[in-house]
């Protein structure tokens, strides 16, 4: 790969950059940390870096194409000591999704690695340095996590990743190709990263997985277990004050994970479960396989459990065939459901899915994008009013970085709000407010007590 440009000397330097969901950042952090761990230094920026690996996502097509762009952008540039440009390395989904093919495309790529082979990263790096082909885009049964070094990142809000893959195989979605079959950790392994974690200084967890709540595992007498076991042993880690989880899917939810809902006090009232539409026939085409009143049950027994849970959700608009009562019906859904937070994408076909050879129903753009400004302002209207009756509560926040103001710290409500808040305790403490202002993206809050970073 990559012939004719100077002969490459073994990078000195990284920089990891990454695109798309949280489980390609936890993978991105887990790269800088195999490339730390072999003596690598961390650059500050791409520009200054002689590895540059781009964590790449391929969900929409935008998201994709963006990867090449870049790609051209950085090998424009020349090396630090002004010879050969920076190595490239493309990871993640659209590295497993084009494979070889990413070389044939452009020369200036040194290094292909798909999402379940980057352990093999050092490795492919030193066969670049000596210019021989470095693609690896296997899906080994033997998990990665066992080849990677310890963790050594420091945050107070840490992710984890606990389940990867996907065998729900939506007709519209990459990831089941990208991400290969539905696999969980082992429990014993989880508690320790969240462990090192904790004493790293972590003091909320969110455990990630492309269906989060698949997870499966046994518990110390060998009983198989679902994610709320999970979830209660790691309520029992000392120091880790907040648990996350994300992404689930309507029909992994079970009665137990809700329970824990009601009854983990270190689980977060905040549930992201999307449902793509409202409408049954374009869910059945979607294969989601849930309907629009199975889901509404999820959510009505959600809320029996934790009263004040903030509800988030993704959706897509312009899936082939979407008709105008379809997409009523998911602004039924909407004001049915009532979100926090929401994402919502217009439908892009994407190479190799179902939903991609119904190009005979396909809705015009023109359409689409009509309906996607009206399901965001729907949305946002949602988002506004839950903001707004947050205020006047008291609440505890995990400060997670500085404002823009001298003074001011950034923390995370429980109900995932960016809350600004005037104080002197350090990032990572836990501090008591009263919200007292809301916009659209964000509230105010005045500190009422530090509660000592529990
Ligand atoms: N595992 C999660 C998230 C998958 S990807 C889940 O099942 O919900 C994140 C979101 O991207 C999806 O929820 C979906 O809303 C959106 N998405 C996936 N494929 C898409 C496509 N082809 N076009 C537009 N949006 C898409
Ligand atoms: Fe994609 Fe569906 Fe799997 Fe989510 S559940 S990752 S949308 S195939
Ligand atoms: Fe994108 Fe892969 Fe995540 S396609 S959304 S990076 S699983």
Redesign the pocket.
């Known amino acids: 790969m990559s012939q004719g440009t100077t002969t490459k000397t073994a990078p000195q330097s990284y920089f990891v950059k990454s695109f798309g969901c949280q489980m390609n950042v936890y993978d991105g952090e887990r790269m800088a940390e195999l490339l730390g761990d072999k003596g690598m230094q961390a650059a500050a920026s791409a520009d200054e870096a002689d590895l540059v690996v781009l964590n790449t996502c391929h969900i929409r097509e935008k998201a994709a194409e963006k990867v090449y762009s870049d790609i051209g952008r950085i090998a424009k540039r020349a090396g630090k000591d002004g010879g050969a440009k920076p190595m490239i390395a493309v990871a993640g989904c659209v590295a497993q999704a084009e494979g070889a093919e990413i070389v044939r495309r452009t020369k200036d790529v040194d290094i292909v690695v798909g999402p379940q082979a980057y352990h093999n990263l050092p490795e492919l790096v030193a066969k670049a340095a000596r210019g021989e082909s470095a693609l690896d885009t296997d899906m080994p049964a033997a998990s990665k996590f066992s080849a990677l070094p310890g963790r050594k990142k420091q945050a107070p809000s840490a992710f984890l990743t606990v389940q990867e893959g996907?065998?729900?195989?939506?007709t519209?979605?990459?990831?089941?190709y990208t991400?290969g079959a539905e696999i969980s950790r082992p429990r014993g392994d989880l508690i320790d990263e969240a462990k090192a974690l904790v004493d790293a200084g972590a003091k909320e967890i969110t455990l990630l997985g492309?269906?989060v709540n698949a997870w499966t595992g046994e518990d110390e007498a060998g009983r198989e277990q679902g994610l709320d076991g999970l979830i209660r042993a790691l309520d029992r880690v000392e120091g880790l004050a907040r648990i996350r989880y994300t992404?689930s899917?309507p029909n992994d939810m079970t009665q137990g994970l809700i329970d824990a809902h009601g009854d983990v006090a270190k689980l977060m009232p905040y549930l992201h479960l999307?449902v793509?539409s409202g409408s049954d026939p374009i869910l059945k085409a979607?294969?989601?396989s849930h309907a629009a009143e199975s889901y509404l049950a999820i959510i009505e027994r959600v809320r029996a459990a934790r009263p004040d849970i903030a509800i988030s959700g993704?959706f897509i608009v312009g899936f082939p065939g979407e008709s105008d009562e379809d997409f009523e019906a998911t602004l039924d859904i909407v004001r049915a459901t009532s979100y926090a937070q929401a994402f919502s994408f217009k439908y892009s076909p994407r190479p190799g899915t179902p939903a991609a050879e119904m190009d005979d129903t396909f809705v015009p753009a023109e359409i689409a994008d009509d309906r996607l400004q009206r399901l965001q302002a729907l949305l946002n209207e949602q988002q506004q009013a839950f903001n707004q009756a947050s205020v006047g509560k008291t609440t505890t926040l995990l400060l997670e970085r500085n404002g823009k103001k001298p003074g001011q710290k950034i923390g995370k409500s429980p109900w995932l709000q960016s809350v600004h808040v005037e104080t002197d305790a350090p990032i990572g403490s836990l501090v008591e407010v009263e919200l007292v202002s809301a916009g659209p993206n964000s509230l105010g809050g005045v500190i009422i007590a530090e509660s000592g970073g529990s």
Do not use: A, E, G, L
């Open positions: 996907c065998d729900k195989f939506c519209y979605c990459v990831v089941p991400r492309q269906n992404t899917h999307p793509q979607m294969n989601r993704d």
